[in-house]
């Protein structure tokens, strides 16, 4: 195996003491660094080597001068090269030809290699080959935690994001990215905190930094509790995030660093793009007072309740209401999607929804906002061993961050049996049950809302077009 590295994670690890983390211990220490990529594949190398021991400062008071490589895990994302003109691959080789993947290696506290993962599903990566075979990445560490690891566009995907949890039942997800952020629902910070949240594991990712193309994003995220660390930088960046991980998701105390606002001055250098389908969806534009209805597209329904106060003058920014039953495609990919949303807008055209704005320039207050959302009943996937549809509770603020999970409450309420009635607990077990409900709602008024709703992945309605190769519900 041949690698050339171009992205680093560093995990441990340790308490904050110069004794390792051992499996009786309620938490570990984790550490990932947002970087900004060089051409020159030498100077990578030498930062990485610089951040590994920075890591190694920031997390042990002191440590053995014998022990190997700061004694921490490490894992690096890069291109993997198989050869397989020569005969010294050491695995089968489909042709005789040249194959690179994009890689996550594992190394242990001794500097061992102990796993590697080839990506799965790629996104505009024409020179790179996806995994040959869907294994998915995992690792044991000597202080009782087992981790699930996966690259950036996989997040996506049934296999390996929800599969890599549930057939392994990992609590701990290690993310290396280069993401490429779109509002209203995947922007970077906002995909890894909604992802954490509803999967309720910690996720530790860390993200490639260049600005002029969107790529920026990285946290250490813990279950319900949200960020304990995240960055979503407007300017070219390399820093260092480290936080103490509570080995139960969500079951953090004492004091975290938090998610790390970006200067105002620099909100708007990242790129962020929009997602081209939106003015294609159904939607209802909002006024100020209070307003009760329902959207509808085919089998998807989403009933809002809202109240806005126009604090002075004109409204602004605008906002829009909006449902989706159908599908998003990215690069071949048509995945299947499910969403209730409302989402600021610049004008009142539909085509200028999901634009940041300048939050000084706001002056509508969402007083209240309350989704209630019907739509598919999840299912389970006997082969997959994992669900067969992920509902996330988004929000995205002027900021580029998500809301903080105590500002909102995210619960899946009563399934819907096929005859159109809600489910009581003294129904027969053997109705079958095909409709359930989300509410997703503001607990407390906000200013400074870009998108706030529910997106759902229906992995059953996804179409690889480049393979004609389909799944249906």
Not at 109 to 138: C, M, Q, W
Not at 160 to 174: C, G, M, R, Y
Not at 456 to 472: A, I, P
Request: aromatic share 10%; charged share 20%.
């Amino acid at each position: 195996m041949k690698l050339i590295f171009y992205g680093l994670l560093i995990f441990s690890l340790t308490k904050a003491t110069s004794q390792k983390s051992t499996p009786e211990d309620s938490q570990y220490v984790a550490a990932v660094v947002e970087f900004i990529m060089s051409d020159d594949v030498e100077d990578n190398i030498r930062n990485y080597i610089h951040y590994i021991e920075e890591a190694a400062k920031q997390i042990l008071v002191s440590i053995s001068a014998a022990a190997r490589s700061n004694q921490i895990y490490v894992v690096v994302n890069g291109r993997e090269l198989m050869d397989c003109t020569k005969n010294d691959t050491g695995e089968p080789c489909p042709e005789l030809k040249e194959y690179i993947f994009n890689t996550n290696v594992v190394f242990d506290r001794n500097g061992a290699v102990i796993d590697r993962y080839r990506k799965i599903n790629l996104f505009r990566e024409y020179s790179h080959t996806p995994a040959l075979s869907p294994d998915l990445g995992y690792f044991d560490t000597d202080f009782g935690v087992k981790f699930s690891h996966f690259i950036c566009f996989d997040i996506m995907f049934q296999v390996p994001a929800v599969q890599s949890v549930q057939k392994l039942n990992v609590t701990d997800v290690i993310f290396s990215t280069m993401w490429f952020s779109e509002l209203p629902y995947l922007t970077a910070v906002q995909i890894q905190q909604a992802y954490a949240y509803e999967m309720n594991v910690n996720f530790i990712g860390a993200g490639a930094n260049n600005i002029s193309l969107g790529n920026a994003g990285s946290g250490i995220y813990s279950g319900r509790a949200g960020a304990l660390v995240s960055i979503m930088p407007g300017v070219p960046t390399t820093r260092l995030l480290v936080s103490r991980v509570p080995k139960i998701p969500g079951k953090v105390s004492g004091k975290y660093p938090g998610p790390i606002d970006d200067s105002l001055t620099n909100t708007d250098n990242l790129v962020i793009y929009t997602d081209p389908t939106l003015d294609t969806h159904v939607s209802r534009p909002l006024v100020p007072g209070f307003q009760e209805f329902t959207l509808v597209d085919k089998d998807v329904s989403c009933s809002f309740s809202i109240r806005l106060k126009n604090k002075s003058g004109d409204a602004y920014p605008h906002f829009r209401a909006v449902v989706q039953d159908g599908s998003n495609v990215y690069v071949n990919r048509e995945i299947g999607v499910a969403a209730c949303l409302v989402v600021a807008c610049t004008t009142e055209d539909f085509k200028s929804c999901a634009q940041r704005y300048k939050n000084e320039e706001s002056n509508v207050e969402i007083e209240n906002l309350v989704i209630e959302m019907t739509t598919f009943k999840n299912t389970y996937n006997e082969t997959l061993q994992c669900d067969n549809m992920l509902y996330l509770p988004i929000s995205v603020r002027v900021n580029k961050l998500p809301l903080d999970p105590t500002n909102y409450t995210f619960v899946e309420e009563s399934p819907i049996t096929s005859n159109g009635s809600e489910k009581t607990k003294n129904e027969a077990t053997a109705t079958i049950i095909d409709r359930t409900k989300f509410l997703f709602k503001l607990n407390k008024p906000q200013t400074d809302l870009v998108a706030f709703g529910i997106w759902g992945r229906l992995f059953l309605n996804d179409f690889d077009h480049s393979n004609n190769e389909s799944k249906s519900m």
